[in-house]
């Protein structure tokens, strides 16, 4: 399984930016996966952005993201999304991509490579 990130880069603060996360495997049943995004600043520790649950697709979001990014998934295209806005410069971070779920009764977490997202003037 392999998750693929997609749509980092350099904006300038109030910006927005469009990530992507892409999905591949064999049988990677991927609407059966709880689908996240975390970052992690330099010399700070991973936290979670947001989150799409499988099933229903509720999603929650970290208190510093409410109201500025939205998560979204495409399940026929295997992607899950974070259309970010208002961009801070505390917005900067390596974004990551997770996928977590209970497949034949086994916890399954995969992680993605990363995208470096920078906001800066």
């Known amino acids: 399984v392999q998750l693929v990130e997609s749509g980092g880069g350099l904006v300038q603060p109030g910006g927005s930016l469009r990530l992507s996360c892409a999905a591949s495997?064999?049988?990677?049943?991927?609407?059966?996966?709880?689908m996240s995004w975390f970052r992690q600043a330099p010399g700070k520790e991973r936290e979670l952005v947001a989150r799409?649950?499988?099933?229903?697709?509720?999603?929650n979001y970290a208190d510093s993201v409410k109201g500025r990014f939205t998560i979204s998934r495409d399940n026929a295209k295997n992607t899950v999304y974070l259309e970010m806005s208002s961009l801070k410069p505390e917005d900067t971070a390596v974004y990551y991509c997770?996928?977590?779920?209970?497949?034949?009764?086994?916890?399954?977490?995969?992680w993605g490579q990363g995208t470096q997202v920078t906001v800066s003037s």
């Open positions: 997770n996928a977590l779920g209970v497949i034949a009764g086994y916890v399954q977490d995969y």
């Open positions: 495997g064999d049988t990677f049943p991927f609407s059966a996966y709880t």
């Open positions: 799409i649950f499988n099933g229903g697709g509720s999603t």
